[in-house]
Nanobody
Framework: QVVLVESGGGLVQVGDSLRLSCAYS????????MGWYRQAPGKEREFLGA???????VLADPVKGRFAISRDTDRKTMSLQMDSLNYDDTADYYC??????????????????WGQGTHVTVSS
């Protein structure tokens, strides 16, 4: 199956930039698209954006213009570049890998894959 490991979180100040990475490994044929989510304290998990196997990216409206997603298939990483960070960006950030349609359960399992998360705190 697939293992996702996020890194790059930490404590930053308002206005700073931060780049998160998600390293993926395992059965790469079980990955169609990958995405970033975040969950702030007391809030629902929020979709931030995604990139598919063709490299097409999509970003959620709240982060357009500040965040960017990229995927390096050679290094097997997906990144989230975050600029102009503000207090509302404080959250746990997760990467997710979606299985392709029709992926065999015996190889890819029944569920999509999540990383363990990396925490970002934005302070003054």
């Amino acid at each position: 199956q697939v293992v996702l490991v996020e890194s790059g979180g930490g404590l930053v100040q308002v206005g700073d930039s931060l780049r998160l990475s998600c390293a993926y490994s395992g059965q790469l044929s079980c990955i169609y698209a990958m995405g970033w989510y975040r969950q702030a304290p007391g809030k629902e998990r929020e979709f931030l954006g995604a990139v598919n196997s063709g490299g097409t990216t999509v970003l959620a409206d709240p982060v357009k213009g500040r965040f960017a997603i990229s995927r390096d298939t050679d290094r097997k990483t997906m990144s989230l570049q975050m600029d102009s960070l503000n207090y509302d960006d404080t959250a746990d950030y997760y990467c997710k890998a979606n299985r392709p349609a029709g992926a065999p359960v015996s190889i890819c399992g029944q569920y999509d894959y999540w990383g363990q998360g990396t925490h970002v705190t934005v302070s003054s």
